[in-house]
């Protein structure tokens, strides 16, 4: 069991006997390690609720606690507080659990759920940029995280393979199969796009084809409908080629792009009539939502068909989660989306409440996520202003890494410095957006994302590293043995080791895997700072030694796993 809750128990346990049973406590992590690992608040308002002098009911179960196995002291602090010191015997025999334990002593949940992850989802009209990046990044991670937790995670890949910008890339891609250039035009997705859109403004006859292909793929003509899946082929290879270097768990199997729910979206729209939330407007199909107000106080209008008959994004949203629920069973929808579509899933899942369509037993999330700035605080571009294409970035990310760590270990050969330069490198790019609150926009930069000092992935890599190397010198390390937690030191770090579950459970709550990402961080100076002031190697006794050596297994085993959880690769040495 989680430390926290073990210590909830037992704090539950107490407000029972005082008496205090529906009471609700507030137990943390103590602020201040000084007076004790945990801290207990809120007895000053039950001691008023139930009309009781604040300071004697704190003592009353001050007293109870200390009489727990796991609680060595309960100090009432102020009036409404109590000090909790954990018994380091407890604390140890549940290190020594957790380090022998293949999944770290951390419990699968006991009320599993089938979570639908919606990431990546990039449009297929375009090569991938970087505004995929952090909803790949921070989707995958969840994806891994809920995944060990015991959650069945469907991950779907909403690729926008559907809408009249594929009338004109399939215009265009016939133009060069009749020139021989298909394949080459097609190796750069950008470039394509950009060639077929100048056709379209220059050429009135192209223009028009482009718009009659639009007609033929709506109306499932084959050869064109051929055509357009070679198309969307190519531009989901393009795809494979950029998860496959960051290292995603997505694959073909997860895609399900907004094409795939053509055949609903009529329905869709007709049952929404027949329930009386949609209605015409000017000649479209409208739900308005007087939830969402307009800036003319007016409720906000939800368009679900266009005039002349033509769906739109939202319209395909609506299929999709209804898609989500009744086939896949979801019962928690995740949307790993830019936060500037926060209106769109409001809207999305208010609507799809009032339908009916989403039970209350099933949490339906938007994870919104800021924008990726540039140093210069824009939106990240190239110099001449144009979007970074994703490959682009991760190469240069995989070339700055190695160079570096070819500089700091020049011995190192041209392919250890490369395989070396792809973990670091993908890693750092990884970990600069997973470590900050995904709500708000981030700085990209590459010195401080490759640094190897302060919250990097290059400096947790290598604090790993440093772990691994204790163990190869310390030869024929015990395999178990008996835990002593005798400095404060140790009590800390054995305290911070065992919030790993808790940690992780919150990441799962929030979807905000920079809890994550801060917690490996805190390990990782701690466990700097009891490198530097308890010798392991060098303790005074064996039985020392074989403790600390215990302590720095679970450091690395701890760092190892919770980066992999964040999608980061370790590395034995570098
Ligand atoms: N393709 C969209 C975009 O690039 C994101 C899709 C997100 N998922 C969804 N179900 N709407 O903005």
């Known amino acids: 069991m989680k430390l926290h809750q073990k210590v909830a128990a037992e704090v539950e346990a107490a407000f029972v006997k005082a008496q205090l049973g529906d009471y609700p406590i507030i137990l943390q992590p103590a602020k201040n390690a000084d007076f004790g690992d945990y801290q207990i608040n809120g007895v000053m308002g039950a001691a008023k609720k139930t009309k009781q002098n604040p300071r ?43 380090v022998n334990d293949s999944r770290l002593g951390i419990s699968k949940s006991a009320t ?20 995929h990046l952090r909803s790949s990044i921070i989707g995958d991670s969840l994806n891994r995280i809920l995944s060990f937790l015991g959650h069945e995670v469907i991950p779907q890949n909403h690729v926008g393979d559907w809408g009249t910008q594929f009338g004109m890339l399939v215009a265009y891609l016939v133009e060069q199969k009749q020139s021989g250039r298909a394949d080459l035009e097609l190796a750069d997705l950008e470039q394509f796009y950009r060639n077929a859109k100048v056709r379209f403004d220059e050429d009135e006859t192209f223009a028009n084809t482009a718009r009659e292909y639009v007609v033929k793929l709506q109306s499932g003509d084959e050869q064109v409908l051929t ?5 969307v082929q190519t531009s989901l290879a393009h795809a494979n080629t950029v998860y496959q270097k960051l290292g995603l768990k997505l694959n073909n199997s997860h895609v399900k792009g907004e094409s795939a729910y053509n055949d609903q979206l009529q329905s869709t729209v007709d049952e929404l009539a027949h329930q009386g939330l949609a209605v015409d407007s000017q000649g479209a199909k409208v739900v308005f939502l007087e939830e969402f107000k307009n800036q003319d106080d007016e409720p906000a209008a ?3 068909q266009k005039k002349g008959g033509g769906f739109l994004y939202a319209s395909t949203d609506l299929a999709c989660l209804r898609y989500r629920i009744n086939q896949l069973h979801g019962n928690r929808l ?38 990726m700035m540039g140093k210069d605080g824009k939106p990240f571009k190239t110099r001449s202003g144009d979007t970074v294409k994703l490959i682009t970035l991760l190469d240069e990310a995989v070339s700055r890494a190695s160079a ?32 900050k609150n995904r709500t708000s926009d981030y700085v990209f930069d590459w010195d401080s994302m490759l640094s190897f000092e302060g919250n990097t992935a290059p400096y947790l890599q290598y604090a790993y590293t440093r772990v691994q190397s204790i163990f190869r010198k310390a030869e024929n390390p015990p395999q ?57 190697l060098k303790a005074n006794t064996e039985a020392i030694r074989a ?28």
């Not at 606690?65 to 018994?87: E, K, Q, W, Y």
């Open 56 to 98: 004697e009911l704190a003592q009353r179960v001050a007293d109870i606690l200390t009489s727990s196995d796991l609680i060595d002291a309960a100090t009432v602090a102020g009036p409404g507080f109590i000090n909790l010191r954990l018994n380091s015997n407890q604390l140890a025999q549940q290190i020594h659990h957790a």
């Open 480 to 536: 178990e043995a008996q835990i002593t937690l005798n400095e404060p030191l140790e009590k800390q770090l054995a305290l911070e080791l065992l919030r790993f579950e808790d940690v992780l459970n919150n990441v799962a709550d929030t979807a905000y895997p920079h809890y994550l990402a801060n917690y490996l961080y805190h390990i990782a100076t701690l466990f700097s700072r009891f490198y530097e002031s308890c010798p392991i």
């Open 227 to 231: 055509l357009w899946r070679q198309f």
């Open 334 to 371: 995740l949307y790993v989306v830019d936060a500037r579509q926060s209106l769109h899933f409001a809207e999305l899942f208010t609507i799809a409440r009032k339908a009916g369509w989403l039970p209350d037993t099933t949490q339906a999330e938007h994870v919104p996520f800021g924008t």
């Open 547 to 574: 403790s600390r050596l215990q302590l720095a297994r679970l450091i690395g085993l701890t760092l190892k796993e919770g980066l992999a959880l964040l999608g980061i690769d370790t590395l034995e040495a570098m």
């Open 404 to 435: 570096l760590v070819k500089a700091k270990n020049p011995a190192l050969s041209e392919e250890e410095a490369a395989h070396i330069g792809q973990v670091v490198g993908i890693g750092a790019i990884k970990y600069a957006d997973l470590s």
């Open 112 to 131: 599993p759920q089938t979570v639908v992850i919606d990431y990546s989802s990039p449009n297929l009209a375009k090569e991938m940029h970087v505004g």
């Open 302 to 304: 939800f368009i679900i």
